[in-house]
T-cell receptor, first 116, second 115 residues
Framework: DVKVTQSSRYLVKRTGEKVFLECVQD?????MFWYRQDPGLGLRLIYF???????EKGDIPEGYSVSREKKERFSLILESASTNQTSMYLC???????????????FGAGSRLTVL | AQKVTQAQTEISVVEKEDVTLDCVYE???????LFWYKQPPSGELVFLIR??????QNEISGRYSWNFQKSTSSFNFTITASQVVDSAVYFC????????????FGKGTMLLVSP
């Protein structure tokens, strides 16, 4: 089974801090995604990557950046955390080419970030 | 742009009742894929089913069934004889075949099944 591991389940940070959320997958998937989940808003795509060192903006990239130096690892970075970034962050991976819309996304357990 | 609407924010049923979760989608593509995911209280999204736009056959898996109707752009999910373990948030999602084929989710329906 594909496993997607998010390094931190719960984080509490202060406004202005730099925050790293790490995600690792173990099935050699080409595509990786970061979503945030908020009550009443569902899941919204922040960034995704279809190959090492490649990244594309999703629907809500403002305030975030990403890094994909290795195929198995996709990091989400909050350069200067703000209270409106308090949320659940979900990482996912998917095999196949970038246009493989048929393939299933496999999700990690999520990282709940609180920014004070 | 693709869009998924789950109009039901929360549904409460008593165990053994049948329940249907609605999903309506919008897309300009002729080839697309529809998904349902379950998010139990533990938080991890679990894949339930995928349908492509050319396959309108309904599907049944145990107590779960899905009704895909292109004419109404709907992909509804029915749980028969609900159980407490079915309590979760359910997400419907759409992926087109063009561009990067990212997955667009509906806002989710929280299902509460009480004993």
């Amino acid at each position: 089974d594909v496993k997607v591991t998010q390094s931190s389940r719960y984080l509490v940070k202060r406004t202005g801090e730099k925050v790293f959320l790490e995600c690792v997958q173990d099935m050699d998937h080409e595509n990786m995604f970061w979503y945030r989940q908020d009550p009443g808003l569902g899941l919204r795509l922040i960034y995704f990557s279809y190959d090492v060192k490649m990244k594309e903006k999703g629907d809500i990239p403002e305030g975030y950046s990403v890094s994909r130096e290795k195929k198995e690892r996709f990091s989400l970075i909050l350069e200067s955390a703000s209270t409106n970034q308090t949320s659940m962050y979900l990482c996912a991976s998917r095999g196949g080419q970038a246009i493989s819309g048929a393939n299933v996304l496999t999700f990690g357990a999520g990282s709940r970030l609180t920014v004070l | 742009a693709q869009k998924v609407t789950q109009a039901q924010t929360e549904i409460s049923v008593v165990e053994k009742e049948d329940v249907t979760l609605d999903c309506v989608y919008e897309t300009r593509d002729t080839t697309y894929y529809l998904f349902w995911y379950k998010q139990p209280p533990s938080g991890e999204l679990v894949f339930l089913i995928r349908r492509n736009s050319f396959d309108e056959q309904n599907e049944i898996s145990g107590r779960y069934s899905w009704n895909f109707q292109k004419s109404t752009s709907s992909f509804n999910f029915t749980i028969t004889a609900s159980q407490v373990v079915d309590s979760a948030v359910y997400f419907c999602a759409l992926s087109e075949s063009s561009g990067y084929s990212t997955l667009t989710f509906g806002k989710g329906t929280m299902l509460l099944v009480s004993p």
